[in-house]
């Protein structure tokens, strides 16, 4: 990936994040959800899972108002990752996606991504 796709596809994310904390208030009961399937560079799988392991795991294991996180890795691509969280609130959401310890871990991941990570917010309709 070169540093321009790289940069745009970090600009993009935050756009969606952006774009997604402003629509996420029609949660009724507060909850948002978010769906998120990042690709890697061949092999950069391991280095990704590393990274989220350092930046990213603790945090969400310490953060009351991560109500599920499940950080997955596909079985059919090796190359696929996919994240499901649902956070108590939007402004839990949106302190988290504003972090400067969530930008550190995307300036790390960019370089390993082969393209820019699909995603998707929702209000739960039910959650187990």
């Known amino acids: 990936m070169t540093h321009s796709v790289f940069?745009?596809?970090?600009?993009?994310?935050?756009?969606v994040f952006g774009i997604a904390t402003a629509q996420a208030?029609?949660?009724?009961?507060?909850?948002v959800a978010l769906?998120?399937?990042i690709k890697t560079q061949d092999g950069q799988r391991p280095a990704l899972v590393e990274l989220w392991e350092?930046?990213?795991?603790?945090?969400?294991?310490?953060?009351?108002?991560?109500?599920?996180?499940?950080f997955a890795t596909d079985m059919n691509d090796a190359n696929t990752v996919h994240i499901s969280?649902?956070?108590?609130?939007q402004a839990?959401?949106?302190?988290?996606?504003?972090?400067?310890?969530?930008?550190?871990?995307?300036?790390?991941?960019g370089p390993l991504l082969a393209a820019e990570p699909q995603f998707a917010m929702a209000a739960p309709h039910w959650i187990k």
């Open 7 to 15: 940069k745009s596809g970090l600009l993009a994310l935050a756009m």
């Open 25 to 31: 208030g029609w949660a009724a009961d507060g909850k």
């Open 35 to 37: 769906f998120l399937t």
């Open 54 to 70: 350092q930046h990213l795991k603790a945090r969400a294991e310490m953060n009351a108002d991560h109500v599920v996180y499940v």
């Open 85 to 89: 969280e649902v956070y108590a609130t």
């Open 92 to 109: 839990a959401f949106q302190t988290a996606s504003q972090s400067p310890w969530f930008g550190a871990f995307m300036t790390e991941v």
